[in-house]
């Protein structure tokens, strides 16, 4: 018997998540994104990476197959650019700086590293779907990484 929502969630929240935002270009070339923790690196050979979208998430249908997105690792003082992504604000990138990457995809600046993908599959995952993406690029600076914990933002000592 599987266990209860309420009591994953509360298991799930024990495990330290690094902040991302997911940020595309829309099919209307707006830059978008999402703040989301369900990243994951995949394999090394070939470089691939996941992301986890829920499927009610604003930006859940702009994934599709061959489209770049980013995956932007918040640095410790970037919780304001996770709150804001996490909202549903129209002008998202308003006073957040950022270049498109070399495949387009919004490239957030102060971030710890950024990762460039190309989606190369769609997978179900129960209430979210698994967006697999081929690293075509990374961008890495040095600082520690805005973390979620317990119900709250976390960072290291």
């Known amino acids: 018997m599987p266990v209860e929502k309420a009591e994953f969630r509360q298991a799930l929240g ?9 940020t595309l270009v829309r099919d209307d070339d707006v830059p978008a994104g999402i703040t989301v923790t369900a990243f994951s690196s995949l394999s090394l050979e ?12 604003r930006l859940h249908d702009q994934f599709q ?3 770049s997105f980013a995956v932007n690792i918040l640095a410790d003082d970037q919780e304001g650019v996770s709150r804001r992504f996490a909202q ?28 460039e993908c190309r989606v190369v599959d ?19 600076r040095e600082g520690k990484p805005l973390l979620y914990f317990r119900g709250g933002y976390a960072a290291l000592k």
């Open 46 to 57: 070939p470089p691939l990476a996941l992301v986890c979208i829920d499927k009610r998430a």
């Open 14 to 22: 024990h495990f330290a998540a690094a902040v991302t935002v997911v």
């Open 88 to 115: 549903s604000e129209p002008d998202q990138f308003r006073e957040i700086g950022w270049n498109p990457g070399p495949m387009g995809a919004p490239l957030i600046q102060g971030t710890i590293c950024s990762i």
């Open 65 to 67: 197959i061959e489209r």
């Open 122 to 140: 769609l997978l179900p995952g129960g209430d979210h779907t698994i967006i697999v993406g081929e690293v075509e690029s990374t961008r890495i």
